[in-house]
Structure formats: C-alpha cells, structure tokens
C-alpha cells in the first residue's frame, strides 16, 4: 500500500471512531438520564433500557481498538526519510563573531 492509501485509511478509521466514540456515549448517556431517580420508567421496558445502555456503552469501548489502528496507519503513511537543510553555528577562533556554514542532515524514521 502507497503512503496515500495508509493516510486514506487512517482518516477513515478516525471518523469511524469518533461516530462510535459520539454516538454510543451519546446512547448510554441518554439511558443513564432517563433512569435517574424521579424519572419514571415502566419495569416493562428497564431490561430494554438497559440492553440499549449496554450497547451504547459497548459501542464507545469499541471505538479505542479503531483509534489505535488509525494512529498505526498515521504512521505507516508518515514519510520514512526527511531531507533537512539548515545552518550551523561554526566557532571562530579568529573573532568574537561566530561563523555561520550550510548543513545538510538526513533524518530517517525507523
């Protein structure tokens, strides 16, 4: 797979996670707000009420494996090699002005 095609996926995966991140603490908190003390729920519906709540909170739990993933295809996708140019700072012996000379580095991501 192309740098591209990880950094696709990953964005992907992130979105995903968010919308079961969002959506599931969104269903469990709702559940847990309607059972609160003073608001009246039917005993027909608590054990629903309370698979729903499950299921919202097993959603959210389900968006940390997809979260992890992403940050591992972020990685895959991030440039294996840098090309860094910059200047360094030389001592001089002969002036109290410090020399300045080009550098060229090369940084790679193991």
């Known amino acids: 797979m192309s740098s ?3 950094s696709l996926k990953s964005r992907n995966q992130r ?3 968010r919308v079961l991140l969002i959506g599931g603490g969104l269903v469990a908190g709702t559940v847990v707000y309607a059972t609160l003390p003073g608001k009246s729920v039917s005993l027909d519906v608590l054990p629903l009420v309370g698979g729903v709540g499950v299921a ?3 959603a959210a739990l389900g968006s940390i494996p ?3 993933a992403a ?3 972020r990685r895959k ?3 294996i090699a840098q090309v860094e140019v910059g200047t360094l700072a030389a001592p001089a012996y002969a002036g109290a002005t ?3 000379g080009p550098t060229l580095g090369l940084r790679i991501s193991l």
Do not use: E, H, K, S
Request: aromatic share 14%; glycine share 14%.
């Open 56 to 58: 919202g909170g097993l």
């Open 4 to 6: 591209q095609d990880y």
């Open 66 to 68: 997809l979260f992890i």
């Open 15 to 17: 979105t995903t996670a």
């Open 77 to 79: 996708a991030a440039p």
């Open 98 to 100: 410090p020399v300045f």
């Open 71 to 73: 940050g591992r295809n």
